[in-house]
């Protein structure tokens, strides 16, 4: 998954820089299919790769976690 990623990266900054280096009759087609691949295929492909086994509530501002974190601080103060 990780050389996929980073295959299909080359890949999108490869026709964006191509497309601002060279003088090609559809450079700015190079220039658009490279952000379209960047945005829309390396990056949700990234992004799942990064959170597949991780829990989003972890990572919530919930009630149970900002005492979580307020023990750990030593902060008395109650919601």
Same mark, same amino acid.
Request: hydrophobic share 45%.
């Given at each position: 998954?990780?050389?996929? +990623? +980073? &295959?299909?990266?080359? @890949?999108?900054?490869?026709? +964006?820089?191509? =497309?601002? &280096? ?8 190079? &220039? =658009? ?6 945005? @829309?295929?390396?990056?949700? &492909?990234?992004?799942?790769? $990064?959170? !597949?086994? !991780? ?12 005492? !979580?974190?307020?023990? $750990?601080?030593?902060?008395? $103060? !109650?919601?």
């Amino acid at each position: 998954m990780k050389q996929l +990623i +980073i &295959i299909l990266g080359l @890949l999108a900054f490869g026709s +964006i820089f191509s =497309g601002l &280096i060279f003088d090609f009759p559809n450079s700015e087609k190079l &220039i =658009g299919f490279g952000v379209v691949g960047l945005f @829309l295929v390396v990056f949700p &492909i990234f992004s799942y790769y $990064r959170w !597949k086994d !991780k829990d989003p509530k972890d990572y919530m501002l919930t009630k149970e976690n900002l005492e !979580k974190m307020r023990e $750990r601080e030593g902060d008395e $103060r !109650k919601l």
